[in-house]
């Protein structure tokens, strides 16, 4: 059985430093950290442009469980199972952009940069490559030395807009950012196992045709999947996601309620029509996403192999 669980051009002036992290942290130690980073997702992307929300995906999965430590990327053993086992992961993809960047940055700066700062890397440059903002990361972020399937609490397709608010309020961030996030939606696509029930007794706040499209789509097939924007864009990072669920046009639940709710109808109907005003607030949000929770100095670790911890960890780990 599938459980219910998803989860889901603006430039700040150098030097930039957010808490223990810099822009830049690499120029002394791996100067083509970020350009072999970027080279790694260009070329991915040229062959399949659905790596922007399966990055972004996988990044929002990292940094909201125990920060953005990489945790995410960690294989299961034998012994202990991995954040990889947890239901809401199970569709994560995108883990072979980060070990190709991981082994061609091991073979140029040997343990220097990690697998978290990777991953932020590579989804700054997935975004600005599917036509959204291009924003600065500041890196320096180390990786973390426990994935645990019990941790990864996440909201789910079908969470009311208050119960998101809260999950996200307990990470600090506000209401705006959370809508903000949740236009990440505007790429990529969802299971049908995820919104079945919306067609199964047709939601009245679903446009009909929609209903019949998704209907087809869906029929006999739970893993079928369908466009998280119903435009004619749904590769392109832009803010047709609010226009859609706008219109009634939202897949999942939860997005169509963000249309709905007073508690954030308002931002929707702003970031609808104020497609800049989008631009500028996904590159802040995807900034402090980017810097929750994250190990800095000799915290933790960087790792060889993002799959697994170092020997010397990985023993204290079993």
């Known amino acids: 059985m599938h459980m219910k669980m998803f989860f889901l051009l603006f430039f700040f002036a150098l030097p930039f430093v957010m808490a223990d992290l810099q822009v830049g942290f690499y120029k002394p130690t791996c ?11 260009q070329n991915e992307f040229t062959g399949d442009r659905s790596i922007t929300a399966a990055l972004l995906r996988m990044h929002f999965h990292d940094c909201f469980v125990s920060g953005c430590d ?26 072979e952009v980060i070990d190709k960047a991981k082994k061609r940055l091991e073979d140029a700066c040997p ?4 697998c978290a700062d990777i991953i932020t890397l590579a989804v700054r440059d997935a975004v600005a490559l599917a036509g959204g903002p291009n924003y600065t990361v500041a890196t320096g972020r180390r990786d973390g030395l426990e994935s645990s399937p019990s941790k990864v609490i996440l909201p789910g397709p079908e969470i009311s807009v ?3 608010l809260q999950m996200f309020s307990a990470k ?8 903000t996030l949740l236009g990440a939606h505007t790429v990529g696509v969802a ?4 919104f079945n029930d919306r067609l199964s007794s047709p939601d009245p706040t679903m446009d009909p045709a929609l209903v019949a499209k998704l209907k087809k789509t869906c ?7 369908a466009f998280l924007d119903q435009s004619r864009t749904p590769f392109t990072i832009d803010n047709q996601y609010y226009k859609q669920i706008l219109l009634r046009r939202g897949i999942l639940q939860i997005d169509q ?7 954030t109808s308002r931002i929707v109907s702003g970031f609808a029509s104020n497609g800049i005003g989008f631009r500028q607030s996904f590159a802040k949000a995807m900034i402090k996403l980017g810097n929750l929770q994250v190990l800095v100095g000799k915290a933790g670790e960087i790792r060889n192999n993002c799959r697994a911890f170092n020997l010397a960890n990985r023993k204290a780990a079993n």
Do not use: W
């Open 31 to 41: 100067p083509q950290a970020e350009s072999i980073v970027r080279q790694v997702v």
């Open 111 to 114: 343990s220097t940069v990690s």
């Open 70 to 95: 990489a945790s995410i990327l960690i294989d299961s053993t034998n012994k202990k199972p991995s954040e990889k086992e947890a239901g809401p992961n199970q569709t994560v993809r995108g883990y």
């Open 172 to 179: 600090g961030m506000t209401g705006n950012e959370m809508v």
């Open 219 to 225: 029929a006999g097939n739970d893993e079928a999947t």
């Open 162 to 164: 208050s119960g998101a």
């Open 257 to 263: 309620e963000l249309a709905l709710d007073n508690s």
């Open 191 to 194: 299971h049908c196992f995820f």
